[in-house]
């Protein structure tokens, strides 16, 4: 069976410093991945996708950005963090366009 | 760009309530419309629509896609204290499997 994999669950870093998040899946190959960011009790807003190693689709300018250097890893960078990048990260994968997305446990960062 | 709105941003409601959440949408090259349930964490998926005017059922949840109209809804009869919850609305357009999310309904359920 499917899973995913995110982390770490809780992060707390400087405003300044680097963020890398990690997601991985298995037991699928060739998924679609996804990125979004979750304010409290708020929607989901897409940050980045992707159907391919190194295929990154960014749908909003910001601070972050991300990578998929293995066909299952999808990882969510920044270089400097800003107060504004706290929230809830989750990731996401499918296995073809037309089917249910699938969320990893997620990520609540607080830049302090 | 895509756009996906829900309403109401937010709902209380008494135990027995139905409720009907709301989720219009404006993308390109619409693919499907699905339905998550958010309590703690990961979100965890109702249904996923992509003919209009077919409901899909599942114990009191139902939901039908209007096409035509662009909008979908949820409803909820019989509401119980578990319902409580964010209900997200999803659309996956494009050809490249984007799948943008709208602003949820966050769901009270009151004894």
């Known amino acids: 069976s499917q899973t995913i994999h995110q982390w770490p669950a809780t992060l707390v870093q400087p405003v300044g410093s680097p963020l890398s998040l990690e997601c991985t899946v298995e037991?699928?190959?060739?998924?679609?991945l996804y990125w979004y960011r979750q304010a409290a009790g708020r929607g989901l807003q897409l940050l980045f996708y992707s159907v391919g190693i190194g295929q990154i689709s960014s749908e909003v300018p910001q601070n972050l950005s991300a990578s998929r250097p293995q066909d299952r890893q999808f990882i969510l960078s920044s270089k400097k963090l800003l107060l504004s990048d706290s929230g809830f990260y989750l990731c996401a994968w499918r296995a073809l366009s037309n089917t249910e997305a699938f969320f990893g446990q997620g990520t609540r960062l607080t830049v302090v | 760009e895509d756009k996906v709105v829900q309403s109401p941003l937010s709902l209380v409601v008494h135990e027995g309530d139905t409720v009907t959440l709301n989720c219009s949408y404006e993308?390109?090259?619409?693919?499907?419309l699905l339905w998550y349930k958010q309590e703690k964490k990961a979100p965890t998926f109702l249904f996923m629509l992509?003919?209009?005017?077919i409901e899909k059922k599942s114990g009191r949840l139902s939901s039908i896609l209007d096409k035509k109209e662009l909008f979908s809804i949820l409803n909820i009869t019989a509401t119980q204290t578990g319902d409580s919850a964010i209900y997200l609305c999803a659309v996956g357009s494009g050809t490249a499997s984007k799948l943008t999310f709208g602003t949820g309904t966050r769901l009270q359920v009151t004894l």
């Open positions: 992509t003919s209009s005017g």
């Open positions: 993308v390109t090259n619409f693919r499907s």
């Open positions: 037991g699928t190959s060739n998924p679609n």
